[in-house]
C-alpha cells in the first residue's frame, strides 16, 4: 500500500471467513482448501480512504497419503505398490528406484531380489508433499528336505525346511507312505 496524500495511518483487511486484521502485515492460518477472496484498505494521515482493492487466493489442499508399511513378495515374484492417497495434480516419487517398472506414477510393480525399503513421497498442487515408507520382504522358496531319519546317527535327525520361517502363519503337514498324516503345524 502507498499514501499517495500522506502516510498511511491504519490498514482494514478482510482475511475472508470473517476474519478481519488492522496489521500492516498480517498473516491467517486456513482451516481448508479452498478460493477466498481477500481485501484491504489503507486510511491515510489526512483520513482518506484508498480504493478497496481485492484479491482471489487459493488454497491448495494439503495431500494425504496412506501406505501398507509391509509388504511381502515371493522370490521371483512381483507385486504392485498399492498407496492410498488424495491430492489435487499429483506427482509421485519412489525412492530408491530399483527394482521397479517406474518410479513415477503411483502404482509402480517391484520385483525385487532382496529386501527393500521404498520412501514414497506424494507432491500435490502447491508444491506440498507427503511421504511415507514401505518395506518389501522377499519370501525365498523353502526348500523342504526329502529324508528325515531321526534315528540319532547324526544323518538327517533334524528335519530343517530352509526359508519357512519366514513365512508367517505357514501350515506344515507330514505324511507317511501310506498318506496318514502324522504330524501337523501351524507356523514353523
Known amino acids: 500500500s502507498v499514501g499517495y496524500t500522506g502516510s498511511i495511518i491504519s490498514w482494514h483487511w478482510d482475511l475472508a471467513e470473517g476474519s ?4 500492516q502485515n498480517p498473516s491467517r492460518k486456513f482451516s481448508d482448501s479452498g478460493s477466498y477472496k481477500i481485501s484491504l ?3 491515510d494521515v489526512k483520513g482518506c480512504n484508498s480504493d478497496t482493492s481485492v484479491n482471489t ?3 491448495d489442499p494439503y495431500p494425504h497419503l496412506s501406505l501398507i508399511h509391509k509388504l511381502f513378495v515371493l ?14 495434480n499429483p506427482t509421485f516419487n519412489w525412492s530408491p528406484a530399483l527394482y521397479l517398472d517406474t518410479a513415477t506414477i503411483a502404482y509402480p510393480v517391484t520385483s525385487p531380489l532382496t529386501d527393500i525399503t521404498y520412501k514414497f ?8 508433499s507427503v511421504s511415507d515408507t514401505v518395506f518389501v520382504k522377499v519370501l525365498l522358496a523353502p526348500e523342504v528336505p526329502n529324508v528325515f531319519t531321526p534315528n540319532g546317527d547324526g544323518i538327517n535327525d533334524n528335519w530343517v525346511i530352509k526359508y519357512l520361517e519366514s513365512y508367517p502363519n505357514c501350515i506344515v503337514q507330514v505324511f507317511d507312505r501310506g498318506g496318514q498324516q502324522v504330524f501337523k503345524s501351524i507356523g514353523y
Open 20 to 23: 478481519i486484521s488492522s496489521l
Open 121 to 128: 513421497t506424494l507432491t500435490g498442487q502447491g508444491n506440498c
Open 41 to 43: 484498505f489503507i486510511v
Open 75 to 88: 522370490q521371483n515374484g512381483s507385486a504392485q505398490m498399492k498407496p492410498d492417497f488424495y491430492a489435487n
Open 57 to 59: 487466493v487459493v488454497i
